[in-house]
């Protein structure tokens, strides 16, 4: 998933898997987890990078200058 970094809109996304998912929920979860994190470091210019696993996915979230892949 390619994501606007300041909006969370969804830019473009590329399923690897065949199960049917909501890309808005899913950007609007990420969204959530990263204004949750850099609340709680007190830093919102931190460069983000984190992995997580929720069921049986592992999602991975890197930052860019304006995008964010996840």
Same mark, same amino acid.
């Given at each position: 998933?390619?994501?606007?970094?300041?909006?969370?809109?969804?830019?473009?996304?590329?399923?690897? %898997? *065949?199960?049917?998912?909501? =890309?808005?929920?899913?950007?609007? #979860?990420?969204?959530? +987890?990263?204004?949750?994190? @850099?609340?709680?470091?007190?830093?919102? %210019? *931190?460069?983000?990078?984190? =992995?997580?696993?929720?069921?049986? #996915?592992?999602?991975? +979230?890197?930052?860019?200058? @304006?995008?964010?892949?996840?």
């Amino acid at each position: 998933m390619l994501i606007h970094k300041e909006s969370g809109l969804l830019l473009y996304h590329h399923s690897v %898997n *065949a199960l049917d998912t909501d =890309d808005t929920l899913i950007t609007g #979860f990420l969204q959530a +987890i990263i204004m949750f994190s @850099k609340g709680i470091s007190g830093d919102e %210019n *931190a460069s983000e990078s984190l =992995d997580f696993t929720h069921e049986n #996915f592992n999602i991975m +979230i890197q930052d860019g200058e @304006k995008i964010r892949v996840a």
